[in-house]
């Protein structure tokens, strides 16, 4: 598969993922002794428009696969064999940040044909 994206290569992209989720894990863990960031508009603003960034950075700002594998399938955990099939009827592996970065690549290629 391709290993560049816009402008960002799969090395990148796994940095900048990662950044995200050991941001959202750092806001977990306050949380569990009493601290609430969330309730805080500027850091979850931030955190959101980091978010919004690396879509636009990667070209997923319409359809929200970061998003969704980061939230609804919470990191890729919560990814099931057959829980996403395309408009073809495949399956759509989310398990992995690589596997989320060939989605992604895959969407570009479609996008430029």
């Known amino acids: 598969m391709e290993q560049y994206l816009k402008i960002m290569n799969k090395e990148?992209?796994?940095?900048?993922?990662?950044?995200?989720?050991?941001?959202d894990e750092f806001i977990d863990r306050l949380y569990e002794i009493g601290i609430?960031?969330?309730?805080?508009?500027?850091?979850?603003?931030?955190?959101?428009?980091?978010?919004?960034?690396?879509e636009d950075a990667c070209g997923d700002s319409i359809n929200g696969w970061i998003s969704y594998w980061l939230y609804d399938l919470d990191k890729g955990k919560d990814w099931k064999c057959d829980c996403i099939i395309d408009g073809d009827g495949k399956e759509v592996?989310?398990?992995t940040?690589?596997?989320?970065?060939?989605?992604?690549?895959?969407?570009?290629?479609?996008?430029?044909?």
């Open 12 to 23: 990148l992209f796994e940095k900048y993922l990662n950044s995200v989720i050991e941001f």
């Open 93 to 95: 592996k989310l398990e």
């Open 97 to 113: 940040i690589d596997d989320l970065y060939d989605v992604l690549v895959e969407n570009m290629k479609n996008d430029t044909n």
């Open 36 to 54: 609430d960031l969330t309730e805080c508009d500027i850091v979850m603003k931030f955190l959101s428009n980091y978010i919004s960034i690396l």
